[in-house]
């Protein structure tokens, strides 16, 4: 049984929480070529899961973490990518950007100081995704591998988001 209670509506999200998802550019040409070329190059078979997890592991190994600054705001995801680094959000509006320009539905989930990013891809083995069956995706864990959170990040009270 799911607890829809956290489950955030366009209601009830807040400003800066909105502000986040103004940033998710999946249609962006240079995300698009980035994004189907890690896909392509790792699966040409194809497979979402495969796919998923190709680009999870190109933004977990490629983004170098760097803890909010001073003036914080949300920064694209070409400006991620240019700068090789970022903090929780600016990861995770890159990461749902690029496996939403290869057709998989991308979430957040809000945590008290942190943010992630989730995906939904039909028939995923359950050894990946958590009770509602999206996939929880933190590439500022560095030691996470797809589908798996943090001890700290996994058993803090959790916002989701799924509409971007």
Known sequence: NINLKNYL?????????KDIFK???????LIKQISSKVASKSCPSGNKICQSKAIFYF??????????????????????????G?????MAILLASMQKSIGIDAGFVFVPGHVFTQVYIRDAPHKYTDDAGWINLDATCKQCGFGELSYSVANQKKEYFKSI
């Open 86 to 90: 970022s903090d929780c959000d600016g």
């Open 59 to 84: 933004v977990r190994d490629n983004i170098n973490y760097i803890s909010d600054p001073p003036n914080e705001y949300f920064e694209h995801p070409l400006e991620v990518i240019y700068t090789g």
């Open 23 to 29: 940033q998710v550019s999946p249609n962006n040409p």
């Open 9 to 17: 509506t366009n209601e009830n999200i807040t400003a800066n929480q």
